[in-house]
């Protein structure tokens, strides 16, 4: 399963909490980019820019082809930042039914309060929020199999969670 959703609607917070919760492995697309990069040069704007060479170079496949062969498949995985729709159709692909997406939203004033310690000011945030790289991260909320509003609280995205994973008898898999 994956998540999409705009720099702060809580993504990793989610992934992190199935993979605690009900035992997913975690996959992070910034962490296959990272390892492509040389050593030392992976702060966030670097890899936010090299994200988007690799979009544009036509590379997108390769980087999925990565995270694809990393995961251990036989285990259930959670993966977290996809932000092309090259992503869910790979990912699609190779889990067939099985992949499922989320796509979180929040609006960017409650997305800035969450990564104050990130940006100095509302105008930054939005400058990164408008980088190259996640221009394509919204056509991917007409993919996503559940759409979750996280404007509230972690439990509360917890709890909408928790409810997702029922529905799907996914708490079977414990």
């Given at each position: 399963?994956?998540?999409?959703?705009?720099?702060?609607?809580?993504?990793?917070?989610?992934?992190?909490?199935?993979?605690?919760?009900?035992?997913?492995?975690?996959?992070r697309y910034s962490h296959f980019l990272r390892e492509w990069l040389p050593a030392g040069s992976a702060d966030r704007d670097r890899l936010r820019?090299?994200?988007?060479?690799?979009?544009?170079?036509?590379?997108?496949?390769?980087?999925?082809?990565?995270?694809?062969?990393?995961?251990?498949?036989?285990?259930?995985?959670?993966?977290?930042?996809?932000?092309?729709?090259?992503?869910?159709?790979?990912?699609?692909?190779?889990?067939?039914?099985?992949?499922?997406?989320?796509?979180?939203?929040?609006?960017?004033?409650?997305?800035?309060?969450?990564?104050?310690?990130?940006?100095?000011?509302?105008?930054?945030?939005?400058?990164?929020?408008?980088?190259?790289?996640?221009?394509?991260?919204?056509?991917?909320?007409?993919?996503a199999s559940s759409i979750i509003s996280n404007e509230e609280s972690l439990e509360s995205l917890y709890q909408q969670l928790d409810a997702w994973?029922?529905?799907?008898?996914?708490?079977?898999?414990?």
């Amino acid at each position: 399963m994956g998540f999409a959703g705009r720099t702060g609607a809580g993504k990793t917070s989610a992934a992190r909490y199935l993979s605690s919760q009900f035992g997913f492995q975690y996959a992070r697309y910034s962490h296959f980019l990272r390892e492509w990069l040389p050593a030392g040069s992976a702060d966030r704007d670097r890899l936010r820019s090299f994200g988007w060479e690799v979009m544009v170079g036509g590379r997108q496949a390769e980087l999925n082809a990565r995270l694809i062969a990393g995961l251990d498949r036989s285990r259930s995985a959670v993966i977290d930042g996809l932000r092309h729709s090259i992503d869910f159709d790979s990912l699609s692909n190779t889990f067939g039914a099985s992949f499922r997406m989320i796509f979180l939203e929040a609006r960017p004033e409650i997305r800035f309060e969450r990564l104050r310690s990130r940006f100095s000011d509302y105008e930054a945030s939005e400058t990164a929020d408008s980088a190259p790289v996640e221009t394509y991260v919204d056509g991917l909320k007409a993919l996503a199999s559940s759409i979750i509003s996280n404007e509230e609280s972690l439990e509360s995205l917890y709890q909408q969670l928790d409810a997702w994973a029922a529905a799907c008898g996914i708490g079977d898999l414990k």
